[in-house]
């Protein structure tokens, strides 16, 4: 349902419905306002009203329902909220019993008499050329293009008849088809042959009236949707659809101080947790757990979502539809931005010292790519062409009615003063149209993949990694009771059955096995293998006969696999696995391999040991992993076992450092970064380097202590110390190290 107007709900009328529906229903069941009304409204409404009550029995003519007391409390909450912005409830319908009202993500009904109303302006019957007149000022304009010429003298409501006509004249045909359908089928069982050219030739012209008649159709659902259009686009322009809220007032700007529109639309969950991630902002979440208080309250929360002196940014609570946020402040705000706002698009309005945010009507205006006036590839401003050429009609349009609304605000001069107006074409020279997001560009360290690519050097037993998953054992139901199996475990003892590790956690490396992987080499001969019959107790028993030969057919390998090179409990190099091997195999029988399933056993060979070499090493990283283990009592105990950790699922923090994770965060671009190899956006990503960045600032600390013994510490000192630390390999900043870096690194 589209919004065709706004109201206000009488606060002391609604409570006075829900009191009577509640305490009065259960004795008088026939004075059920949701009986009165259930089959004097169209279906939509009806299901909308029955979402909005709870059943507590029955009655002859119907389910006997009460107001839901979570709803009234919701009603409650919007209610209080709208009157504190000064704001009214969005109505999308109304008849003589009830009126379903809209805020943000909540929509309800309510009797109609607990309402005052404010129904938008009927332009039905106002012609299509009028209406470009009114929205433009100009009574000499007219419409390009055939179909706006077309309709210029008529109105939505002419069209809307005109529809109305073509489809009924469509379905009388269609009716007629059916018929005559019927009347070939009984005509054909008595004069089949004679008759069926005469209904092929009536069928082809109905058809291709029919057809002719479905493009009128589409013809006048296009103007309609114009006509609708323009209709919405004059709402814009006259301020009916948005009401903007001041959260700062102030001087005003120099009126010829150009104003700044920044098209890319500004997603809540990215920018928030950004900005908390680089300010390190620990605000009261109770008082500020409104993003209009919120941004109120801080200056610098301003300079990022209005950068400048004038400017227009667009607002959403998250690209994908949902976020993921730890800090508690932003959590709530961004809950309480989607329950009052829902999904739609915010347009916040700086002049100077002044500042006002107002919301859209999210069902009308939509941008999915993220952009409001330029098209992504070409970099253009739209013009009215883009109207009918663009990909969607619906983008289009939503573009088209932020534009107007725009157009309104500076017309209007109310929240913004520039001289002239906003043009179609961009060429008011006071008016700037930008693709930046309001954070500076940096791309010093490249993405945060390329830092993550640099930094990740093989780990040592200590160093500190960052979870990326929550990670149990792939086999944990099927082999819980398998004492030989130990997915992710170390030897042959089922322990890590029940051990888990657990999403965004710090832990350090408890242990690395590192598989030496050796290959035993074989040369491989023929071996003839003859069958020789002999009679045994009066029994014909039967025995092979091998024969080996010099026929060589090349070489076969069988590998070996070493943990940590140990071999008989000991610890041996390269080359003494390699020795043994020689002394343990060289000295062996032939090992023979006869084919037992072939009569002639034609592939049957033998083979002799030649030499053992060394293949490659396969790393295996532990980390101490809790087990969900329980004594006789019920009490969990506090056992662990050693569970393997795959890189895919942890972030090396050995040689990151605090400036790598602030330009990571800020500068928003991921790169590709995977967990669990799948490439990770944004808004997800950032709780993870949040994560990161906590622990190693108080890493940090520790190692300033230590430098500052034998150096004065500069800016960015800490990405010194990390490439420094790259080169050396040195896991740790050890004492004699700081003092080594210092003498490097003190002149700078």
Same mark, same amino acid.
């Given at each position: 349902?589209?919004?065709?107007?706004?109201?206000?709900?009488?606060?002391?009328?609604?409570?006075?419905?829900?009191?009577?529906?509640?305490?009065?229903?259960?004795?008088?069941?026939?004075?059920?306002?949701?009986?009165?009304? !259930?089959?004097?409204?169209?279906?939509?409404?009806?299901?909308?009203?029955?979402?909005?009550?709870?059943?507590?029995?029955?009655?002859?003519?119907?389910?006997?329902?009460?107001?839901?007391?979570?709803?009234?409390?919701?009603?409650?909450?919007?209610?209080?909220?709208?009157?504190?912005?000064?704001?009214?409830?969005?109505?999308?319908?109304?008849?003589?019993?009830?009126?379903?009202?809209?805020?943000?993500?909540?929509?309800?009904?309510?009797?109609?008499?607990?309402?005052?109303?404010?129904?938008?302006?009927?332009?039905?019957?106002?012609?299509?050329?009028?209406?470009?007149?009114?929205?433009?000022?100009?009574?000499?304009?007219?419409?390009?293009?055939?179909? $706006?010429?077309?309709?210029?003298?008529?109105?939505?409501?002419?069209?809307?008849?005109?529809?109305?006509?073509?489809?009924?004249?469509?379905?009388?045909?269609?009716?007629?088809?059916?018929?005559?359908?019927?009347?070939?089928?009984?005509?054909?069982?008595?004069?089949?042959?004679?008759?069926?050219?005469?209904?092929?030739?009536?069928?082809?012209?109905?058809?291709?009236?029919?057809?002719?008649?479905?493009?009128?159709?589409?013809?006048?659902?296009?103007? $309609?949707?114009?006509?609708?259009?323009?209709?919405?686009?004059? !709402?814009?322009?006259?301020?009916?659809?948005?009401?903007? $809220?001041?959260?700062?007032?102030?001087?005003?700007?120099?009126?010829?101080?150009?104003?700044?529109?920044?098209?890319?639309?500004?997603?809540?969950?990215?920018?928030?947790?950004?900005?908390?991630?680089?300010?390190?902002?620990?605000?009261?979440?109770?008082?500020?757990?409104?993003?209009?208080?919120?941004?109120?309250?801080?200056?610098?929360?301003?300079?990022? =979502?209005?950068?400048?002196?004038?400017?227009?940014?667009?607002?959403?609570?998250?690209?994908?539809?949902?976020?993921?946020?730890?800090?508690?402040?932003?959590?709530?705000?961004?809950?309480?931005?989607? #329950?009052?706002?829902?999904? #739609?698009?915010?347009?916040?309005?700086?002049?100077?010292?002044?500042? @006002?945010?107002? @919301?859209?009507?999210?069902?009308?205006?939509?941008?999915?790519?993220? %952009?409001?006036?330029?098209?992504?590839?070409?970099?253009?401003?739209?013009?009215?062409?883009?109207?009918?050429?663009?990909?969607?009609?619906?983008?289009?349009?939503?573009?088209?009615?932020?534009?107007?609304?725009?157009?309104?605000?500076?017309?209007?001069?109310?929240?913004?003063?520039?001289?002239?107006?906003?043009?179609?074409?961009?060429?008011?020279?006071?008016?700037?149209?930008?693709?930046?997001?309001?954070?500076?560009?940096?791309?010093?360290?490249?993405?945060?993949?390329?830092?993550?690519?640099?930094?990740?050097?093989?780990?040592?037993?200590?160093?500190?990694?960052?979870?990326?998953?929550?990670?149990?054992?792939?086999?944990?139901?099927?082999?819980?009771?398998?004492?030989?199996? %130990?997915?992710?475990?170390?030897?042959?003892?089922?322990?890590?059955?029940?051990?888990?590790?657990?999403?965004?956690?710090?832990?350090?490396? %408890?242990?690395?096995?590192?598989?030496?992987?050796?290959?035993?080499?074989?040369?491989?001969?023929?071996?003839?293998?003859?069958?020789? @019959?002999?009679?045994?107790?009066?029994?014909?028993?039967?025995?092979?006969?091998?024969?080996?030969?010099?026929?060589?057919?090349?070489?076969?390998?069988?590998?070996?696999?070493?943990?940590?090179?140990?071999?008989?409990?000991?610890?041996?190099?390269?080359?003494?696995?390699?020795?043994?091997?020689?002394?343990?195999?060289?000295?062996?029988?032939?090992?023979?391999?006869?084919?037992?399933?072939?009569? %002639?056993?034609?592939?049957?060979?033998?083979?002799?040991?030649?030499?053992?070499?060394?293949?490659?090493?396969?790393?295996?990283?532990?980390?101490?992993?809790?087990?969900?283990?329980?004594?006789?009592?019920?009490?969990?105990?506090?056992?662990?076992?050693?569970?393997?950790? =795959?890189?895919?699922?942890?972030?090396?923090? #050995?040689?990151?450092?605090?400036?790598?994770?602030?330009?990571?965060?800020?500068?928003?671009?991921?790169?590709?970064?995977?967990?669990?190899?799948?490439?990770?956006?944004?808004?997800?990503?950032?709780?993870?380097?949040?994560?990161?960045?906590?622990?190693?600032?108080?890493?940090?600390?520790?190692?300033?202590?230590? $430098?500052?013994?034998?150096?004065?510490?500069?800016?960015?000192?800490?990405?010194?110390?990390?490439? @420094?630390?790259?080169?050396?390999?040195?896991?740790?900043?050890?004492?004699?190290?700081?003092?080594?870096?210092?003498?490097?690194?003190?002149?700078?």
């Amino acid at each position: 349902m589209n919004v065709i107007g706004k109201a206000t709900l009488n606060w002391k009328k609604y409570t006075e419905y829900v009191q009577r529906e509640t305490i009065n229903v259960k004795e008088h069941p026939e004075d059920s306002w949701y009986l009165d009304i !259930r089959y004097k409204v169209p279906h939509e409404v009806e299901s909308i009203v029955w979402n909005c009550m709870r059943k507590i029995g029955e009655f002859k003519n119907g389910p006997i329902a009460i107001p839901k007391e979570e709803i009234v409390e919701e009603i409650k909450k919007h209610q209080e909220y709208l009157l504190s912005i000064a704001a009214k409830w969005e109505m999308l319908f109304y008849e003589e019993n009830v009126a379903v009202l809209r805020s943000g993500s909540l929509t309800v009904a309510v009797p109609a008499d607990t309402v005052e109303t404010e129904v938008y302006a009927n332009m039905e019957h106002i012609s299509f050329g009028q209406l470009k007149r009114q929205l433009t000022g100009n009574a000499s304009v007219s419409s390009t293009g055939t179909d $706006l010429q077309i309709i210029d003298k008529m109105s939505r409501s002419d069209v809307s008849d005109q529809l109305h006509e073509e489809c009924k004249k469509i379905e009388e045909k269609r009716k007629k088809i059916q018929n005559l359908e019927k009347e070939k089928q009984q005509e054909l069982e008595q004069i089949r042959h004679e008759i069926e050219e005469k209904y092929k030739n009536y069928m082809v012209q109905i058809e291709e009236k029919k057809a002719e008649l479905e493009e009128q159709k589409k013809n006048l659902e296009n103007q $309609l949707y114009l006509m609708d259009t323009e209709i919405y686009s004059i !709402r814009c322009y006259m301020g009916e659809v948005i009401n903007f $809220l001041p959260i700062t007032k102030g001087k005003h700007a120099p009126e010829k101080e150009p104003v700044v529109i920044y098209q890319k639309v500004r997603y809540l969950d990215e920018e928030l947790g950004k900005w908390v991630s680089i300010y390190g902002y620990d605000g009261n979440s109770e008082s500020l757990d409104m993003f209009e208080k919120l941004l109120a309250a801080r200056k610098d929360l301003q300079e990022i =979502f209005a950068p400048g002196k004038k400017c227009v940014s667009l607002l959403k609570i998250s690209k994908t539809g949902s976020y993921k946020i730890d800090h508690p402040m932003i959590a709530n705000t961004l809950d309480n931005y989607e #329950t009052y706002h829902g999904k #739609t698009i915010g347009i916040l309005i700086r002049d100077g010292e002044n500042l @006002w945010l107002g @919301w859209t009507d999210q069902e009308r205006i939509q941008l999915p790519d993220g %952009n409001a006036f330029y098209r992504p590839v070409q970099n253009q401003i739209i013009d009215e062409e883009d109207m009918h050429k663009n990909s969607t009609k619906e983008e289009v349009a939503s573009r088209y009615f932020i534009f107007n609304i725009l157009r309104g605000v500076i017309h209007d001069r109310d929240l913004i003063q520039i001289p002239g107006e906003m043009t179609m074409n961009g060429k008011n020279p006071y008016i700037i149209l930008s693709m930046a997001d309001g954070w500076i560009e940096d791309t010093r360290y490249g993405t945060f993949n390329d830092i993550v690519q640099r930094t990740d050097r093989p780990l040592i037993k200590g160093d500190m990694i960052l979870t990326t998953l929550s990670i149990t054992r792939d086999d944990h139901f099927t082999t819980r009771y398998d004492r030989w199996n %130990n997915d992710r475990g170390r030897g042959e003892k089922n322990r890590t059955h029940d051990a888990f590790i657990p999403d965004r956690k710090i832990v350090p490396i %408890n242990l690395i096995d590192t598989d030496y992987i050796y290959q035993n080499i074989y040369r491989k001969y023929k071996l003839l293998v003859r069958e020789n @019959w002999k009679y045994v107790d009066d029994k014909a028993k039967m025995e092979l006969i091998t024969e080996k030969t010099e026929d060589f057919l090349g070489y076969q390998k069988s590998p070996i696999t070493l943990t940590n090179n140990i071999l008989h409990n000991k610890k041996m190099t390269t080359e003494e696995v390699c020795k043994y091997c020689s002394n343990a195999y060289k000295n062996r029988c032939n090992d023979e391999y006869i084919d037992y399933h072939s009569c %002639n056993h034609e592939e049957s060979y033998y083979l002799v040991y030649d030499h053992t070499e060394f293949l490659k090493t396969e790393t295996h990283t532990f980390i101490s992993a809790k087990k969900n283990n329980y004594n006789y009592y019920g009490e969990q105990t506090d056992s662990r076992a050693n569970m393997e950790i =795959f890189q895919s699922e942890y972030l090396n923090l #050995t040689f990151l450092n605090s400036v790598y994770l602030k330009y990571a965060i800020q500068n928003k671009k991921m790169g590709g970064w995977k967990r669990a190899g799948e490439s990770v956006e944004y808004a997800d990503s950032i709780r993870y380097l949040n994560a990161a960045l906590d622990y190693i600032r108080e890493r940090e600390k520790d190692e300033a202590e230590l $430098l500052e013994q034998y150096m004065d510490l500069y800016d960015d000192w800490q990405v010194d110390l990390s490439e @420094w630390r790259l080169a050396h390999n040195y896991h740790r900043l050890t004492d004699t190290r700081a003092q080594k870096f210092a003498r490097e690194f003190k002149k700078k």
